[in-house]
T-cell receptor, first 118, second 115 residues
Framework: KAGVTQTPRYLIKTRGQQVTLSCSPI?????VSWYQQTPGQGLQFLFE???????NKGNFPGRFSGRQFSNSRSEMNVSTLELGDSALYLC?????????????????FGAGSRLTVL | AQSVSQHNHHVILSEAASLELGCNYS??????LFWYVQYPGQHLQLLLK??????LVKGIKGFEAEFIKSKFSFNLRKPSVQWSDTAEYFC?????????????FGGGTRLMVKP
């Protein structure tokens, strides 16, 4: 079955612009999480959506936002881009959510969207 | 809040050498533990996971990890590495009492295996 699909794969923006990234989870998966990967900070959790509701949010400014649609597809938006927002943005999906569930909440990652801010 | 430390940032080994990558976490409650691998140019893939039961877990490609609760550790091991194991390895933690799937990752360990 198809994996987690992220679009676009690469994009270049300038400071002050905004960007929207898209993620299509594995069919049947209802949880979508977003992570930012940079050489300096590593992998950092942005937010998680399950059944169109935000379950958790990481320690990022309000310029970072997301949403999930009824078909489980998710988008994240970054407004007023800064140079430091240059990163690989990873989306991950799982069937379930919640740390108490064994197996159902194992994350499968997509290839990522590489954002460069000039 | 939980945190994860991977003390080895870069490891260089020759083929057939044994591997052990350290991972320590900080969290007072019960956790789920993971190792993910990122091969050059590829996406993050699950190597192995621990939820409960036998603290020695086996994953893909001959990797295993041992959960030692008293040491808050989940070290990754492989008895004999291959050139194809060259990759970056990430340890991650998810708190069992967390309402969601939030993973806290370690900083990663870059492994280079010389042929």
């Amino acid at each position: 079955k198809a994996g987690v699909t992220q679009t676009p794969r690469y994009l270049i923006k300038t400071r002050g612009q905004q960007v929207t990234l898209s993620c299509s989870p594995i069919s049947g998966h209802r949880s979508v999480s977003w992570y930012q990967q940079t050489p300096g900070q590593g992998l950092q959790f942005l937010f998680e959506y399950f059944s169109e509701t935000q379950r958790n949010k990481g320690n990022f400014p309000g310029r970072f936002s997301g949403r999930q649609f009824s078909n489980s597809r998710s988008e994240m938006n970054v407004s007023t881009l800064e140079l430091g927002d240059s990163a690989l943005y990873l989306c991950a999906s799982s069937y379930g959510t919640g740390g108490s569930l064994s197996g159902a909440n194992v994350l499968t990652f997509g290839a990522g969207s590489r954002l460069t801010v000039l | 809040a939980q945190s994860v430390s991977q003390h080895n940032h870069h490891v260089i080994l020759s083929e057939a050498a044994s591997l052990e990558l350290g991972c320590n976490y900080s969290y007072g409650g019960t956790v789920n533990l993971f190792w993910y691998v990122q091969y050059p140019g590829q996406h993050l893939q699950l190597l192995l996971k621990y939820f409960s039961g036998d603290p020695l877990v086996k994953g893909i490609k001959g990797f295993e990890a041992e959960f030692i609760k008293s040491k808050f550790s989940f070290n990754l091991r492989k008895p004999s590495v291959q050139w194809s194991d060259t990759a970056e390895y990430f340890c991650a933690v998810n708190a069992k009492d967390n309402a969601g799937n939030m993973l806290t990752f370690g900083g990663g360990t870059r492994l280079m295996v010389k042929p």
